[in-house]
Nanobody, 126 residues
Framework: QVTLEESGGGLVQAGDSLRLSCAASGQTFSYNTMVGWFRQAPGKEREFVATSNYSTRRTYYLDSVKGRFTVSRDSAPASVSLQMSSLKPEDTAVYYC??????????????????WGQGTQVTVSS
């Protein structure tokens, strides 16, 4: 079982950048594991943000974050980052890192991911 831990959240102003990191422990990511980011704002459902195939590094994004967010592998082993730029108040949420293996059509579904971090708060002020 993989244990995930996020870091890097905080309070920023609109237009600023922030980098979230997700570090895995317990086991390394197996072949074709998807490592993704979801977010949940108060009173809203958890929402897919971005995900990456840890082996091939192919990435997928929510339309509203394309061009602003980048998910990538870190130089540290079993670590993935979410670089967020041009942040908007509507990006405010708790951001969760998740991992799992699934077919391509299911990569945006939170139920497809089997391991989750505890979440990190991102607040963007206007």
């Amino acid at each position: 079982q993989v244990t995930l831990e996020e870091s890097g959240g905080g309070l920023v102003q609109a237009g600023d950048s922030l980098r979230l990191s997700c570090a895995a422990s317990g086991q390394t990511f197996s072949y074709n594991t998807m490592v993704g980011w979801f977010r949940q704002a108060p009173g809203k459902e958890r929402e897919f943000v971005a995900t990456s195939n840890y082996s091939t590094r192919r990435t997928y994004y929510l339309d509203s974050v394309k061009g602003r967010f980048t998910v990538s592998r870190d130089s540290a082993p079993a670590s993935v980052s979410l670089q967020m730029s041009s942040l908007k108040p509507e990006d405010t949420a708790v951001y969760y890192c998740a991992s799992g293996r699934m077919i391509l059509s299911q990569i945006r579904a939170s139920s497809s991911y089997t391991s989750w971090g505890q979440g990190t708060q991102v607040t963007v002020s206007s």
